[in-house]
Nanobody
């Protein structure tokens, strides 16, 4: 099982980025997918999640600015991030979950300059 995240980078406050996570080695449409982030000195936190059926969840801090989506045909999940703020600066990780099994991707760094 492998999750490859991409799309991070440096962006000015108010800007946008789109993160992508490509999955391999799994039956992708059986897995719930999520994006987490970890800022320096802080715990990893859930940002957004999408179920097998397409239901979505967002943390309060990103609701209305971020959008998660999945492409089952291409085994990928994306996170569209708009109106980025300095507090969104973190390493972003994608995660796949099936019952009790969890797989993490390697992370992609998002830096928002104010």
């Amino acid at each position: 099982v492998q999750l490859q995240a991409s799309g991070g980078g440096l962006v000015q406050a108010g800007g946008s980025l789109r993160l992508s996570c490509a999955a391999s080695g799994i039956i992708f449409n059986h897995y719930g997918m999520g994006w987490y982030r970890q800022a320096p000195g802080k715990q990893r936190e859930l940002v957004a999640a999408i179920t097998v059926g397409g239901s979505t969840y967002y943390s309060e801090s990103v609701r209305g600015r971020f959008s998660i989506s999945r492409d089952n045909a291409n085994n990928a999940v994306s996170l569209e991030m708009n109106d980025l703020k300095s507090e969104d600066t973190a390493i972003y990780y994608c995660r796949a979950q099936l019952s009790g099994g969890i797989t993490w991707g390697q992370g992609t760094l998002v830096t928002v300059s104010s």
